[in-house]
């Protein structure tokens, strides 16, 4: 691991998904040019990438983040955002958590409602969790295993809750089809999960799954109270579970969490949840730019985006060695990429999605993202630090990483479409970098025919309304469509699946925004029966290579994120579970 080239590796025990638990870590990646520039500006400091910043128990005080805008939610059950996953442990507890750790501790799947991790069955198709004593909802009322089933349950309503992996949804044995809580208030007709007891729950699979564990993490397993069940409006007063409350709810405005007093830290022993502040509040619709300026002065602590400064930022933070020793420059599991539509003409022809992948600006691209420190130029789907990359650059991004007019132009003549088109393409305005990657693309393309508008939508329903409904998006000729993917924990499976199986395409709220290959869903089902680590990660690299054969994505860049914290903020650190900073262990330094 170079020094100047600091790398978060994303690691954990047990990442086997074939029949069999398969023990094993994944030997340490590394990061990839992508044929743009060298390691140019200086690099962060990185202190907290390994170990805890400021370390501290003190408790007290008030913990300050920002954000420019809402995300999906903060319900549960439908939201998927990671910044929210990471957010949420301060409310929120689930069958078991990754560890509030840094470094590879931060990989650590660990009890956290559940006493430890799960007991699966011979064949890792019927996996047994058992319950803490002492954990309360915040009104007191004890916590049981009925309110995790109800939990999972109500989440499978993907009419109801669009948002959220479609995991417990593809994998539970017998689930009815258009299952609903709101039909089924009893849960008879959910057999698939089994609660002999207060203190016992059972997931039955229709498929032998060995990394079930990763999905007993998700927010989804967080309990709710069917009493107080509100639906959609249920995100206004979640029920907590966690060491802090609602006090303040005001969508695109403030968040505010205070201390829950029903919650008791000995029934949470191995999280590494710290609880330090007395208060939590979240400043929503701050603009970029002033959210850096603000943290740069110390009147902001975090930035829960967690996507890294803005490049104005990043250049005067790089020049300032007292501001340049508060950062960290995070590698992650993620990649920030164009979807293709091939519901959208002349997208339905395979030549003409090779002329945009040709034509765009691979360089463009990555300054979008702030250059070097904040991106590395990508060649596919699959970030490098995900087992199973394999190398490969099948449209020159190398060697033309400007674009490749006159490959472009080819395709476009093998197309039909030898003046080029007209296509649109969405975003996200509130997320600068996407604005200009947009803008970068529609200048690229400009110069092969292709005139390309740009099509702004909110971040909060960018999936549910707008570029995840593939009805809506047809029908407003969505051509391209610019997002960013993490993984949802670290591996193949977990990168990929959400967004590449055409099996997870609902009606809306949709993270695979349009790949529809039936090889690809093929060697999905193939990963999962195979026991043998290095031919299961090799399959991961096959899925990402029939992708970029098809030409389904622009793949634009694998993102680094250039984090800044200011003094006023302690016990803190990367976590490597998440690749942000832990939002359950930070701390204020004065309080």
């Known amino acids: 691991m170079k020094k100047t080239r600091v790398v978060v590796v994303a690691t954990a025990a047990a990442l086997a998904l074939g029949l069999s638990a398969c023990a094993g870590s994944q030997t340490p990646g590394t990061s990839s040019s992508g044929g743009a520039g060298g390691s140019g500006a200086a690099p962060a400091a990185n202190a907290a990438l390994n170990a805890v910043v400021r370390p501290s128990d003190k408790k007290g005080g008030t913990l300050r983040f920002g954000i420019t805008s809402d995300w999906d939610s903060v319900d549960t059950g439908d939201t998927y955002y990671g910044l929210s996953w990471d957010f949420l442990r301060n409310y929120a507890r689930t069958l078991?958590?990754?560890?509030?750790?840094?470094?590879?501790?931060?990989?650590?799947?660990?009890?956290?409602?559940?006493?430890?991790?799960?007991?699966?069955?011979?064949d890792n198709k019927t996996w047994t969790y058992t319950l803490r004593d002492g954990i309360k909802f915040e009104d007191g009322t004890p916590i049981t295993s009925k309110d995790i089933k109800y939990g999972v349950a109500r989440q499978l309503d993907k009419d109801t809750f669009p948002n959220g992996p479609t995991y417990f949804n593809d994998f539970l044995a017998d689930v009815p089809k258009g299952y609903s809580v709101y039909k089924d208030k009893n849960l008879d007709n959910l057999k698939s999960i089994e609660t002999p007891d207060d203190k016992t729950i059972v997931f039955k699979l229709n498929k032998p799954f060995a990394g079930f564990d990763y999905f007993?993490?998700?927010?989804?397993?967080?309990?709710?109270?069917?009493?107080?069940?509100?639906?959609?409006?249920?995100?206004?007063?979640?029920?907590?579970?966690?060491?802090?409350?609602?006090?303040?709810?005001q969508p695109g405005k403030r968040i505010e969490l205070v201390r829950n007093d029903q919650y008791d830290p000995k029934s949470d022993p191995d999280t590494g949840r710290k609880a330090l502040p007395d208060k939590i509040t979240v400043e929503i619709g701050v603009n970029a730019t002033d959210l850096d300026n603000r943290l740069m002065a110390g009147d902001l602590d975090i930035d829960l985006a967690g996507t890294g400064v803005q490049a104005q930022a990043q250049g005067k933070i790089l020049a300032d060695p007292s501001l340049k020793a508060k950062t960290d420059d995070v590698i992650s599991a993620r990649t920030s990429y164009t979807q293709i539509n091939s519901d959208v003409a002349p997208f339905d022809n395979i030549e003409c999605r090779k002329a945009v992948i040709y034509a765009y600006d691979k360089t463009g691209y990555q300054r979008a993202y702030g250059g070097n420190i904040g991106a590395d130029i990508a060649t596919g789907l699959l970030p490098p630090v995900v087992p199973?990359?394999?190398?490969?650059?099948?449209?020159?991004?190398?060697?033309?990483?400007?674009?490749?007019?006159d490959s472009?132009?080819?395709?476009?003549?093998?197309?039909?479409?030898?003046?080029?088109?007209?296509?649109?393409?969405?975003?996200?305005?509130?997320?600068?970098?996407?604005?200009?990657?947009?803008?970068?693309?529609?200048?690229?393309?400009?110069?092969?025919?292709?005139?390309?508008s740009l099509k702004g939508y909110p971040q909060g329903d960018y999936f549910k309304l707008y570029a995840g409904k593939p009805?809506?998006?047809?029908?407003?000729k969505l051509g391209l469509m610019v997002m960013s993917w993490g993984a949802d924990w670290p591996d193949g499976f977990g990168f990929l699946q959400q967004i590449?199986?055409?099996?997870?395409?609902?009606?809306?709220?949709?993270?695979?925004?349009?790949?529809?290959?039936?090889?690809?869903d093929k060697l999905m089902d193939q990963a999962l029966q195979e026991n043998d680590k290095t031919k299961r990660e090799a399959i991961w690299g096959q899925i990402d290579k029939?992708?970029?054969?098809?030409?389904?994505?622009?793949?634009?860049?694998?993102?680094k994120a250039l984090l800044f914290r200011p003094d006023t903020v302690s016990n803190i650190f990367v976590n490597n579970g998440y690749s942000y900073y832990d939002y359950a262990a930070a701390g204020v330094t004065n309080p």
């Open 96 to 122: 078991v958590a990754f560890k509030a750790a840094p470094g590879d501790q931060g990989n650590q799947l660990v009890g956290d409602l559940a006493t430890g991790l799960g007991k699966p069955s011979a």
């Open 216 to 249: 007993a993490q998700l927010p989804a397993t967080s309990p709710v109270p069917a009493a107080k069940d509100t639906g959609t409006k249920y995100k206004e007063h979640v029920i907590a579970s966690g060491p802090y409350k609602f006090s303040v709810y």
């Open 388 to 405: 199973g990359f394999q190398e490969m650059d099948l449209y020159n991004a190398k060697s033309k990483p400007q674009g490749d007019v």
């Open 408 to 452: 472009a132009k080819a395709a476009l003549a093998k197309c039909g479409q030898p003046n080029g088109f007209e296509t649109n393409i969405s975003f996200r305005p509130e997320r600068p970098k996407e604005k200009a990657t947009a803008e970068s693309l529609q200048q690229a393309l400009a110069k092969v025919g292709i005139k390309a």
């Open 471 to 476: 009805d809506f998006a047809k029908a407003n």
């Open 500 to 520: 590449v199986d055409s099996r997870v395409i609902r009606p809306a709220g949709n993270t695979n925004l349009g790949i529809k290959l039936p090889e690809v």
């Open 546 to 559: 029939v992708v970029m054969e098809q030409a389904q994505v622009i793949p634009g860049i694998w993102n």
